[in-house]
């Protein structure tokens, strides 16, 4: 047994390092075959030493975006939380503006953001706007489902004893919900990173308020591919910890019971 | 049929004995907005101290019948009465409720302990009696040692102990059980009949059973009500005349058998002009 979980953690951690670090070689490999120029396919070494040297500039745009995702992800989840309480108290409430929330999703944010950017003053206030908008969408709805989703010999179980409306919310809807909050949490918050970068793209914001998209767009025009590659290389970091963070997170809050979780035990 | 002889239906009289009727349905009629037509008017009484079975095949509405005395469903005609009142009265001391679903219906998220104290959390009981109460009723089911577990670590057979404890954690004055043990084996399902046979004696409990079991219905039963095919409608009651407690001789012995075949005669005979819906 013992064998058999070395092989499953070789296979969960260590096979997916060894494609990076071949991948990665490769990369190198094929760079310096063909004497590719730095400005069109930086080699991985070249990434490296620009991520050393503009540390400075790039550490302090990662700390812009991560700012405006982060609270973008927390406007999400509260207003989205808020938003799936009050659908999930009326089918009437949820018809009327549930059309509304899918509106908001399927707008592509590009085609929105300049308006907000022009409407709302504070730059970075509008960012965020932004971003929430992207990340709103799966918290609303994977809640509201799951507010809904209540076992129906439980709820009977409720209504037997005579629970009050608030009983019920506690004991029985929340904790129901509680699994696909989660699932929307992972979703949202990769989703906020997006809309954060889109959202700096459209502002084009530089000064000492620059993200890291703002860096690569300048990086692009000044053909600076290695810096537009370790600034590419933070935001796919960033989201990765991220959704790391969701998943433990997750696991902290259901591991116990929910079968989602459960999976990773054995 | 000697067996069967004071199988007459006894109508919405009053139980029999001089018991007191804990629920009567009278001339009780259930048809879905669909247009379905669950049960046709039912006469039954419960006396209290009895072990009242229906019996039926699947769909023949008495799973809906149970749920319209757990006051789940509004009867479209007729009239139920519990102790004698309408069901504001129930809940108040002496008239307690409570029911074992299909399946377990247990939190996931919260251990056995929680799950067994959710009646009395609900009704705001006193924090030290209902924890007496939570361990007086896992003892009595057998789970003392898995309060601390949570329900998916707890085999099928446990997790409905878990759910009878939660059903008498308030002390009822009525049980009600819709087919608890249909999902079990055999095995598991005989050791339970027993143990609720026991447990019925032991507390005094009033217990209205579903199953579609015949062997289930004679082995706990203190009366059968056999119903027919959909719509539901009670087409003789039997009166299990045996001697408590019952043993498991009694699941091998004639008079079992005989009772047995005296009830799938009556379900065959129930089922027979309905027969071309199956």
Same mark, same amino acid.
């Not at chain 2, 009053?14 to 009780?28: C, K, M, Q, S, Y």
């Not at chain 2, 757990?70 to 809940?91: D, H, I, K, M, N």
């Not at chain 2, 050791?191 to 079991?213: G, I, K, Q, Y």
């Not at chain 2, 706990?220 to 003789?236: C, D, I, N, Y």
């Given at each position: ?55 400075? #500039?790039?550490?302090?745009?990662? #700390? ?158 000044? #053909? ?29 809050? #259901? ?12 | ?127 030290? +009696? ?40 308030? +002390? ?52 059968? +009500? ?53």
């Amino acid at each position: 047994m013992g064998r058999l979980a070395a092989g499953q953690r070789f296979a969960r951690i260590a096979a997916p390092v060894l494609v990076g670090v071949v991948m990665v070689v490769l990369w190198h490999t094929l760079v310096k075959a063909f004497d590719v120029p730095k400005y069109l396919v930086p080699s991985p070494l070249d990434v490296a030493t620009a991520l050393v040297q503009d540390w400075a #500039l790039l550490s302090r745009s990662l #700390l812009v975006t991560m700012k405006v995702t982060l609270l973008a992800f927390a406007c999400a989840t509260v207003l989205g939380t808020l938003i799936a309480f009050l659908f999930a108290q009326s089918r009437w409430i949820e018809a009327s503006f549930f059309p509304y929330a899918v509106l908001l999703q399927v707008t592509p944010i590009v085609a929105i953001a300049p308006l907000i950017i022009i409407w709302v003053e504070d730059i970075e206030a509008a960012l965020v706007l932004c971003a929430t908008i992207v990340a709103i969408f799966p918290i609303i709805s994977n809640t509201t489902l799951g507010l809904r989703s209540v076992n129906p010999g439980l709820a009977d179980l409720f209504r037997m004893h005579r629970a009050s409306r608030l009983q019920t919310l506690m004991r029985l809807r929340i904790p129901s919900a509680a699994p696909y909050f989660f699932g929307g949490l992972r979703i949202s918050s990769g989703l906020a990173l997006i809309g954060a970068v889109v959202a700096e793209f459209v502002a084009g914001t530089g000064g000492h308020a620059a993200g890291l998209a703002y860096q690569i767009l300048q990086a692009g025009f000044q #053909l600076n591919i290695p810096r537009l590659f370790a600034a590419l290389l933070l935001i796919t970091v960033a989201g990765v910890l991220l959704f790391l963070a969701m998943a433990w997170l997750s696991r902290l809050a #259901l591991g116990r019971w929910h079968e989602s979780e459960l999976a990773h035990e054995t | 049929m000697e067996i069967a002889k004071d199988a007459a239906a006894t109508g919405a009289a009053p139980a029999r004995d001089g018991r007191v009727p804990v629920v009567e349905l009278i001339a009780t009629e259930k048809t879905y907005p669909s247009g379905t037509r669950a049960l046709d008017a039912i006469d039954l009484a419960v006396g209290e101290g009895e072990f009242v079975t229906l019996l039926g095949p699947s769909g023949c509405g008495k799973s809906t019948l149970l749920k319209i005395i757990a006051g789940l469903t509004a009867p479209s005609a007729g009239r139920v009465r519990w102790w004698q009142q309408g069901f504001e009265a129930v809940g108040e001391p002496g008239r307690r409720l409570a029911m074992v679903f299909q399946e377990a219906t247990l939190m996931p998220w919260a251990r056995v302990h929680r799950n067994v104290s959710l009646p009395l959390d609900l009704a705001g009981a006193e924090r030290a +009696a209902a924890e007496r109460a939570v361990r007086s009723a896992l003892e009595l089911v057998g789970l003392e040692a898995f309060a601390r577990h949570f329900p998916r670590e707890l085999s099928g057979g446990m997790q409905m102990r878990a759910s009878i404890a939660r059903a008498l954690v308030t +002390a009822p004055n009525l049980l009600l059980m819709d087919e608890p043990f249909g999902a079990l084996d055999e095995i598991t399902r005989n050791n339970l009949d027993a143990e609720l046979a026991e447990l019925w004696r032991r507390r005094s409990l009033t217990v209205a059973f579903v199953t579609h079991s015949i062997y289930e219905a004679v082995f706990l039963s203190t009366r059968v +009500a056999v119903m027919s095919a959909r719509p539901g409608r009670v087409v003789r009651e039997v009166a299990i005349d045996e001697p408590v407690p019952r043993r498991e001789s009694f699941r091998v012995s004639q008079r079992f058998a005989a009772y047995c075949k005296a009830l799938s005669e009556l379900l065959a005979e129930a089922s027979a002009p309905v027969g071309a819906q199956n």
